[in-house]
């Protein structure tokens, strides 16, 4: 495993050197098979590099999970992919389009290049089997010449290594604390060694002590075994202590493209401006928390133009009528490798609280 | 183990309510019913059969009633349900033992067939929407709103009139002596071919239905999701994470239905002239012989809660939940 | 109608508007094709119920010389073997099984609100008690046990018949009831009626009666189901009165005269498609109320229609890929795209 670790970076760096894993290309996305559906991705595009824990944040229904769900075809009925790519590249720089496999093909990609650990792992346990079998199927799937001995002792050391004792194999679901389910779930997503894993809101039915421990849980075994991570969460700060790099979705659409220190110090989009606000500070002086006012837009009656206008501060006549594309700020120059859904960068100017960080 | 015990609390409590109807229907009835019944037979009752009459119903006034109701029990434990009146004297007790065994192998087997056969079928519908499949669905609807009986004279009229195919009434043949030999056997089952067959197709719709609705749930759940981002097989996802969690509201709605499927198949040993335990009841009907019709009764309703028991012994055996606590 | 006066008269708009919001609940659940069929189907049996008597060409218990004749010009579903004319036998019957099943279901549905609603909202021991009667209940095989209440009656009218098939069928519905009750008193809106101390029965009769009555309906359309099977079986068996007309009794006499092996089918197959037709009715209402209830159920059976012609099977765990989605060309065929793009 090419263990590349996070190497430290100064704002406003070129691009990452680091390979693309995944690539979301033009993804698009519908609820409902009928005449009129709800078209909740919309072009959406998304890079994850190899070794990078990617943060993905907005408001709840902005289609972050849907995203997720959506790249790995596992989104629900009445859920239709209309359009897109999702490139997957492994190790030997061999790239396939998850989107254009066959059910077997899909099949043996899933889980052994990327595994997911899903929202509320109350559910994503099969109640009336043993962890261990539970652990045990996945792998006996993807490697059915291996022994049984080997996917039980596999199984073991997976649930050791995310801190719970082997004999916990024996046991059934409904006897684990939540807490230990998502471990659990989170063993298994790693027990085949995958290249992304893609977690969704993993911690948001834990209580505080036990989100740190797993958080903390994530970014050692990240180290170790160098995968890359997709985090989806609508707790930014959180992402702010564990993401190299953060995007922003809105109403369907990634808004805000950045390393994470950049997003958080130096937010580019009035929509992360205030997203932001609304959540207190890490570091550093108080402030007066803001929210957005507003409500996020119904997506099945979307105007044209930027979905944020009604709700932005500094929207014009432009925003009312034509969608802005994700693309270069209107630093570009001192900022390559940050990208802004944004008329404002767009030609627009810059209101003064979206310039911080950029030298007058 | 909890969850067992107060199962088998639950039947005890049943099972008494059973008796204890049993005992308080002739009872609370308006009227004298055995000078009514004896008036309805003008005088051609036997006095043996009066005196049985007036235990059954407690119109011998010398006892309370709570004495009476002891004594029933007593009689109860003893096996003793009193004497039939259309086939004097003989004890229902009896009568019924000789007809239990034919409604248990033909209701029994034809039951667990039709719930095996529909929870299959179900399976298949609920995890494959949207196909061809889903036209099976309308046509369970006509299943379960006819009677049982009607499609049991339909079978009768087609394969035993019409086409003359299979023999239409009896358990076996009536020549033949009920011995374990091969012949025997055999005419036991060309008999039971029809009925059996006629009771799988009418009750097999609500299992179907049953466990399609609960495939369509269980498939939005996240384990089911979890198991197809694991790349496990169809198969595997299909019947391991769905079927096999989509099975425990159905084993246990099989434990409840149990009563109205049973009184359909009795229905249905009536029309085929079957001789079980539905039989006997219509006979009984026929004949207004009330001590064979409330023994059937109880006997029926052990029955149907013996059969509940060992529904929920297999519930317990399929979900870990109930077995161990915490 | 409702177009038409709006379009003539601009100032008829807003005041229209305000009801056609208000029914919009009925509206949808009228629209749904399954309740509609059924709703008519139910409707027809009803007239029949009523007018039935009248509109019989002959009485059905006249004896005539035609016996045993099979569908005709004169008896247009044949005659029994005593000539009696089996269509006047249906039409006439159909009050009794309707009155039954009618009288049946709202004696069974009350007892099943009463009950099933107490033990949901007072919890507790009570609620025990309650649950594990209409659990016996239910356990209990009802066909034996009405057998032996209505066989051991003095009388048996239709009434009566009614009132014993409703002992029996009340504990589904109100093992329904319960459970809805006890998910419903945790809301919000009961919670803050209790809150402003508002009174045991104000809070059942407006704050939790109205959330049921989906249920309530569903359980009771299910109840008349069970008592006109119960009924019709009973008639069948002979328990009941065997001079009252209705569906069961035709069948009891086709049966004792051996209408199967003289080939008479016409003498027991239209009263089953009767009882199939009024039975389908029946659910077919339900279905409506459940789907009504249920908008997945209802988006399930939607889905699959659009689906199809779509070309796109929605699965478990593998969402379809539609790269053609913009639905405005229709000359080209669904699914295309990927062909195109590949």
Sequence with gaps: ?360 | MIFLARRIGFYLVTAWAAVTLNFFIPRMMPGNPVDALINRYQGQMSSDAIASLNVLFGMDDKTSTFQQYLHYWSLLFHGDLGLSFAFFPTPVAAIITQSLPWTIGLVGLSTVLSFIIGTLIGTAIGWRRGTWADSILPITTFFSAVPYFWLGLLAIMLFGVVWQVLPASGGYDGGLVPTFSGEFIGSVLQHGLLPAATIVISSVAGWILGMRNMMVTVSSEDYVTVAQAKGLSERRVMFGYAARNAILPQVSGFALSLGFIVSGTLVMEMVFSYPGVGYVLYQAVTAKDYPLMQGVFLIITLSVLVANMLADLIYALLDPRTRQEG | MAVNAATLDPTVIDPAAVPAAATRHHLVFLRNTKAMTGLVLLAVFTVLAVIGSWISPYDPSALSAATMSPPSAQHWLGTTNLGQDILSQILVGTRGVMIVGLAAGIIATALAVIIGVTAGFIGGVGDELLSALSNIFLVIPALPLIIIIAGQLPSSGELTVAFVISITGWAWGSRILRAQTLSLRRRDFVEAARANGESLWRIVIFEILPNLTAIIASSFVGTVTFAILSEITLAFIGVTSISNWNWGTILFWAQSNQALARGAWWWFVPAGMCIALLGMALSLINFGIDEFVNPRLRNTGQNARTMRRRGIRARIGFTPVARSAQPADPAQPAGRGRKDEA
């Design chain 1, 1 to 360: 495993m090419t263990a590349t670790t996070t190497t430290p970076r100064s704002p406003g760096a070129p691009a990452s050197p680091r390979p693309p894993v995944l690539e979301v290309r033009n993804l698009s996305v519908d609820y409902g098979y009928g005449e009129a559906p709800t078209h909740v991705l919309r072009n959406t595009s998304l890079t994850l590099h190899r070794g990078e824990v990617l943060g993905l944040a907005g408001e709840s229904g902005c289609g972050k999970s849907t995203l997720a769900y959506a790249a790995t075809r596992l989104l629900p009925p009445p859920g239709l992919i209309t359009g897109g790519e999702v490139i997957f590249t492994d190790r030997f720089g061999t790239s396939v389009d998850l989107l254009r496999l066959d059910d077997a093909q899909l099949r043996a990609s899933r889980w052994r290049d990327t595994a997911i650990v899903f929202q509320g792992a109350m559910n994503s346990l099969n109640p009336v089997f043993r962890i261990g079998r539970q652990l045990t199927d996945a792998i006996r799937a993807h490697r059915p010449d291996e022994s049984r001995q080997t996917s039980a002792e596999r199984a073991a050391e997976t649930l050791e290594m995310v801190g719970i004792a082997a004999d916990r194999l024996r046991s059934y679901p409904h006897q684990l604390s939540g807490g230990m389910r998502q471990r659990v779930m989170i063993a298994m997503a790693l027990a085949l060694e995958p290249q992304v894993l893609i977690m969704d809101e993993p911690t948001t039915a834990l209580d505080v002590v036990m989100q740190r421990q797993i958080i903390e849980q994530i970014s050692e075994l990240r180290e170790r075994l160098g995968f890359s991570v997709i985090f989806i969460t609508h707790d930014v700060s959180l992402l702010i202590e564990i993401a190299d790099r953060i995007a922003i979705m809105y109403a369907g659409e990634i808004v805000e493209d950045a390393p994470a220190e950049d997003v958080y110090r130096r937010p580019r989009h009035p929509y992360a401006h205030g997203l932001l606000r609304s959540f207190p500070p890490l570091h550093g002086p108080r402030r007066e928390l803001g929210g957005i006012p507003g409500s996020p837009p119904d997506l099945l009656h979307l105007a044209p133009g930027c979905p944020f206008a009604p709700r932005c501060p500094h929207a014009f006549d432009l925003c009312r009528t034509d969608r802005p594309t994700l693309g270069p700020t209107a630093f570009a120059a001192s900022e390559p490798s940050r990208l802004v859904a944004c008329h404002l960068h767009a030609g627009g100017v810059v209101p003064r609280e979206l310039t911080a960080g950029v030298p007058s």
